[in-house]
């Protein structure tokens, strides 16, 4: 009988978690609450608490309690039961795009011209995708980041997943693949559902995935010399590296970061690269650069694929590439972000002591260390939104993102923000 | 030595089919020639014959020779040397629309609305699709086939197969898939990728997948007694079926069909349709409906999965749902290419004697049986593009599709097919 209530208690609350009703960081009711809450005995409580946190839902902080330790499953959809009682007024999680950054009239024209093609979207595009894409893309990846691989190389797609979708049926012959860290859920998941080992950390798994240019939600770029080293482990142990350059074409800083792909001449380095984050969300369009042996690999099992990426969207942004606009974006883009995250940071010093406030390399995210009262339940509570990286020695540590957040509400928003740290 | 000639033989024929540069129906050099022509003995030949024919590639038609018996895997993308000498005027395997069939303008007003919200296109679509766009296939799937089904129950996806990939991705613990036939070679691929064992027509596999409105490529619809007794048959063994109610909007005949979903009350039915075919082929919209308990452990793994439909076009298509155009849409195309089917049937059968000429009960394809001068190699030769479906008794039969061939250029079309197969 116990037993079984245990399980309800363990249950209930990992829905919670995994539902987010229960966010990442949010303090959980204390045993004694909670036993009244469930009217379950304490040690029934302290046990179901105890499995949460060996399985890694939830995790203990010492004279505090316990909080949640991971993101639910909701993090794109939130069902109306799981919104949090008071609304988010400022979502510094929020990896949308604001809308001065884009020009939408532009966009608009390209689409409307690609959507005049009628003969070309009375067919289905190619499986690869639009080869006068491939060809732009090609181009645009060699002028930046010195990728050199021919447009039959090149796979497109409607997002990284569904790339590393294609790239799991081809190379599902090497066991294991070793991530970073955690972050990338997504990624870990696919590569469990196609039977990979998935490892963290570890040099001799087959397939090794980094995001050089942003790897870790701090933001950090992986220094010339390590990139070295990992392009040297894999020509040594012929493990196959996936260069996710995320974010790469936002870096400001100054010293060269040269792709993986470019420094071992794309040997065995697959390229991963999306529009979505430079242009606007919505717009789902990635692409990977193939080795040769995975292209002609690829080729030979085309009937296996087809293309998810809109064919509008393929042709509107092959135009847009050919027109030099997305090189004039991505300064643009720049530009904009850095200014934001400089404007928003200075708004922070000027009201947070005893606090550390750092932009990451690059430019995009905002890295705060404040001293935090405990009592604090989580952020969404108090009309901001943030997920807690570190909580320790009465400090927490916090990235935020500004890029959502509209310059004209800034001082509300710190002054928001810093009320809910304090 | 020999054996290394054999394997040489092997492999290049294989290859040949696998990039079409021999396609479907084409028939290898006589073993003679071949000799001659690989510079090796006739029993090598033979031999790497025999092995390509146990393997699948190919099959042997006495006392005529041996013919390509798959598809390569250029159906969509042909490379320059993959290319027939002569161009293709008239394919009639091709899945492209006619222009006419497709009101372009329409379609281009409510892009143009869909592309009007900024700040809807600002942030990622979620993971599941839109939330309006989910609505509006919920009732027109309840109006239209008798599914039954609240929004959250269904998944958008870019393409059936971006759909199967995440069924098969909750459904992993049922080892075994079967399916109709060999010609959904995507689905089976797929299916094998993720660990899964396929069959053909295993009543015992975990999951059963049928095309009820589209069961060959003959256009056969599912009788409903056959319906009934798959139903039942699931309810017994509790296996899951997998209904693809592709091109049942096509479905011309007066005769009920009721979807296997409504038959089972959707206990245990997963039922996938898609819009691909009706608007346009470049839009690429599907959806799957889920079962309450694989939609329950869909959103406990909500994080696992992106969109990969373009957001722009599921707000155009929802608007485009719900002011009743789809419904027009499909009574306008059902009856466009239903008179082009029969049109082109009556031009054929004034020219083809001895023949048999059939409309398929889906309306889209003719079936010609007809006598064929086994002589003609690849029907790619003569300016017509066609799938050769069975080859015997000195008649072959064919299915042909005229959707793509413009009503104008029917009298030269008929001609040359007519000349192919004499």
Same mark, same amino acid.
């Given at each position: 009988m116990s037993r079984f209530k245990y399980n309800e208690v363990y249950d209930y609350i990992k829905n919670e978690i995994e539902s987010n009703q229960?966010?990442?960081g949010a303090r959980l009711p204390s045993i004694r609450n909670a036993s009244e809450l469930f009217r379950v005995s304490r040690t029934t409580v302290q046990n179901a608490y105890f499995t949460l946190a060996a399985d890694g839902y939830i995790f203990s902080e010492p004279q505090s309690g316990y909080y949640v330790s991971r993101q639910g499953s909701g993090n794109t959809v939130k069902t109306e039961a799981a919104?949090?009682?008071?609304?988010?007024?400022?979502?510094?999680? @929020?990896s949308s795009a604001d809308a001065? @950054?884009?020009d939408f009239n532009l966009w608009r024209r390209y689409m409307k011209n690609a959507l005049r093609q009628d003969e070309r979207l009375l067919s289905y595009s190619e499986a690869q995708g639009e080869p006068e894409l491939r060809e732009a893309i090609a181009e645009y990846i060699y002028e930046k980041?010195?990728?050199?691989?021919?447009?039959?190389r090149i796979v497109i797609g409607a997002g990284v997943q569904s790339l590393l979708g294609i790239l799991c049926s081809l190379i599902n012959d090497r066991g294991t693949v070793s991530f970073p860290?955690?972050?990338f859920e997504q990624g870990a998941a696919l590569f469990a559902d196609y039977g990979f080992e998935v490892h963290y950390?570890?040099?001799?798994?087959?397939i090794i995935y980094v995001s050089?240019?942003?790897?870790t939600r701090w933001g950090e770029v992986m220094p010339n010399k390590r990139r070295r080293e990992l392009v040297r482990h894999s020509a040594q142990t012929g493990s196959l590296v996936i260069e996710?350059?995320?974010?790469?074409?936002?870096?400001?800083?100054t010293r060269p970061t040269p792709s993986l792909h470019a420094l071992s001449g794309g040997s065995n380095v697959i390229y991963l690269g999306s529009f979505s984050r430079l242009?606007?969300?919505?717009?789902?369009i990635s692409f990977m650069v193939l080795t040769q042996e995975l292209a002609d690999k690829y080729r030979k099992c085309l009937f296996k694929y087809s293309q998810t990426a809109s064919k509008a969207e393929q042709l509107a942004l092959c135009s847009f590439i050919r027109d030099g606009h997305l090189k004039a974006q991505i300064r643009k883009t720049r530009r904009f972000y850095t200014a934001k995250a400089r404007a928003f940071a200075q708004l922070l010093e000027k009201r947070l002591e005893n606090s550390s406030i750092e932009i990451s390399e690059n430019a995009l995210q905002i890295i705060i260390t404040a001293p935090f009262?405990?009592?604090?339940?989580?952020?969404?509570?108090?009309g901001v939104s943030v997920f807690i990286e570190e909580l320790k020695n009465n400090k927490i540590t916090i990235v935020i993102s500004?890029?959502?957040?509209?310059e004209k509400e800034f001082e509300e928003a710190a002054e928001r923000l810093c009320k809910a740290l304090k």
């Open positions: 229960l966010s990442y919104m949090p009682q008071e609304a988010i007024k400022f979502d510094f999680t @929020s001065e @950054s884009f980041r010195n990728v050199a691989a021919s447009p039959d860290d955690k972050s950390r570890d040099k001799d798994a087959g050089p240019s942003h790897m996710d350059d995320y974010e790469s074409d936002f870096l400001y800083n242009l606007l969300p919505s717009i789902r009262n405990k009592k604090a339940v989580a952020f969404e509570k108090n500004v890029a959502s957040i509209p």
